[in-house]
T-cell receptor, first 113, second 113 residues
Framework: AQSVAQPEDQVNVAEGNPLTVKCTYS??????LFWYVQYPNRGLQFLLK??????LVKGSYGFEAEFNKSQTSFHLKKPSALVSDSALYFCAVNWEYGNKLVFGAGTILRVKS | DGGITQSPKYLFRKEGQNVTLSCEQN?????MYWYRQDPGQGLRLIYY???????QKGDIAEGYSVSREKKESFPLTVTSAQKNPTAFYLC????????????FGPGTRLLVL
């Protein structure tokens, strides 16, 4: 069965510093990986996805993620964090023969000025 | 959130009452989904529909029902059989292929009186 893990409940970073939010996955075949962001009492907003091709994926608001097949990871990164990046981040996975998108439990990102 | 509307924003349910959450999309997507979000548990799939007049149970379908009579609409009914309905409910839509991005509505928060 497919699964996704976000090992950190919360990540704290100072404004201007680089940030990383971790995600690891488990699927039987080729994965389709997604990152979403959620602000309080709002729906999820799509940030980026990896389907195939270049392992480094660039997305919205300066975020990027690197697909690492050997480590089964898809960590979300940003070179310089903003206070406005503070939110709940979800990693999700489907795969070539999957029938649903599976979400991680989420990671709270707090960026302090 | 654009393109997918959910109503109401807040909904209060009394004991033994069925309530219906509305989800409408104008993106012409074939597939629609309902998720439940509880703190610290990520999103769990309740029901999904890939085409009009067809839908499948997700991971936590007990106590819920849906219909898909029109492509743009996918209402969710929380029945009295759902003993713990307090949660944030999110509707999403996408094209049918597994690698397609799901786009989310703003959510409905259901509270029990």
């Amino acid at each position: 069965a497919q699964s996704v893990a976000q090992p950190e409940d919360q990540v704290n970073v100072a404004e201007g510093n680089p940030l990383t939010v971790k995600c690891t996955y488990s699927v039987s075949g080729n994965p389709y990986l997604f990152w979403y962001v959620q602000y309080p009492n709002r729906g999820l907003q799509f940030l980026l996805k990896y389907i195939t091709g270049d392992n480094l994926v660039k997305g919205s608001y300066g975020f990027e993620a690197e697909f690492n097949k050997s480590q089964t990871s898809f960590h979300l990164k940003k070179p310089s964090a903003l206070v406005s990046d503070s939110a709940l981040y979800f990693c999700a996975v489907n795969w070539e023969y999957g029938n649903k998108l599976v979400f991680g439990a989420g990671t709270i990102l707090r960026v302090k000025s | 959130d654009g393109g997918i509307t959910q109503s109401p924003k807040y909904l209060f349910r009394k004991e033994g009452q069925n309530v219906t959450l509305s989800c409408e999309q104008n993106l012409n997507h074939d597939a629609m989904y309902w998720y439940r979000q509880d703190p610290g548990q990520g999103l769990r799939l309740i029901y999904y529909s890939q085409i009009v007049n067809d839908f499948q149970k997700g991971d936590i379908a007990e106590g819920y029902s849906v219909s898909r009579e029109k492509k743009e609409s996918f209402p969710l009914t929380v029945t009295s059989a759902q003993k713990n309905p307090t949660a944030f409910y999110l509707c999403a839509s996408s094209w049918r292929r597994r690698e397609e991005t799901q786009y989310f509505g703003p959510g409905t928060r259901l509270l029990v009186l």
